[in-house]
């Protein structure tokens, strides 16, 4: 969108080469991606010491729980574990078991704790990573972003046309997410992997319901948070998919 060569940075990543360190280097950058506090910027580090570096609007990305933890959870066992593709239902359903109550309030600590550092920033916009594939709201999502940047002092690509007067977002959105990915993700069930779509049961889709409906009640006053838990709570109610739990393998060996 911005043209620049480096035009987003995770804060993690460093280079003595670049002299990169959080997100500060030799090239110019339009953001700087982090998922505090689930890997913490170090404390003398962390958004609110560094706001007089930062732009006062940060873009919160968002993405459906019942999804986003089973994603997270395989991008770790591919980057630590050597996993190929996507984990097994079984190693699915025995980490979900485990961990389902931790990995809901990962998810909610990094939108409470943005949320919570009011005094130092403000949500500029939420990047809804299913609105992201959608061929009606991603153009939209897009526009959004790039007026942000320019909010920001950033030039973007994105140009209204003369006649319309209304930006041409659809060529960029589709240049950008490429028509393979799009028929993917609407074909795999919002899910980036085909194996299976993962899961949860009874119990845990009333736990998510309940978790999702307590973030709404508490952000009631945040119109644009609370449509977008209103839709991960109809998913969740009325297209989750339902699941068994994890059964241990029976590894005994009969004698004759």
């Excluded at 459906?64 to 997270?72: E, G, K, L």
């Excluded at 984990?87 to 809901?104: A, G, I, K, N, P």
Aim: hydrophobic share 30%; with cysteine.
């Amino acid at each position: 969108l911005t043209g620049l060569s480096a035009g987003g940075k995770s804060f993690y990543a460093s280079s003595k080469k670049t002299k990169l360190r959080q997100c500060f280097g030799q090239t110019e950058t339009a953001t700087c991606s982090n998922i505090h506090p689930i890997v913490p910027m170090s404390e003398a580090s962390n958004p609110e010491t560094k706001k007089d570096k930062f732009y006062p609007e940060y873009i919160m990305a968002i993405r459906n729980p019942t999804t986003a933890m089973p994603s997270f959870h395989n991008s770790k066992a591919i980057k630590y574990h050597g996993q190929k593709g996507q984990v097994s239902v079984d190693q699915w359903r025995q980490h979900r078991d485990t961990y389902l109550h931790e990995m809901m309030e990962e998810w909610k600590t990094v939108l409470e704790t943005w949320k919570g550092m009011e005094a130092s920033y403000s949500v500029g916009m939420y990047l809804v990573h299913e609105h992201l594939w959608d061929v009606d709201k991603g153009p939209n999502l897009l526009e959004e972003l790039s007026n942000l940047l320019k909010k920001a002092g950033f030039s973007t690509i994105l140009v209204k046309d003369k006649n319309t007067n209304d930006y041409d977002a659809s060529c960029a959105w589709y240049k950008t997410v490429t028509r393979k990915s799009i028929e993917q993700y609407q074909t795999q069930h919002h899910y980036e992997y085909a194996d299976y779509v993962p899961g949860y049961t009874k119990k845990q889709q009333s736990f998510l319901m309940k978790e999702v409906s307590h973030l709404m009640d508490k952000y009631k006053d945040d119109a644009k948070l609370v449509s977008i838990l209103s839709e991960y709570n109809t998913h969740i109610q009325f297209h989750l998919s339902i699941d068994q739990e994890f059964e241990q393998p029976n590894n005994s060996t009969k004698i004759a």
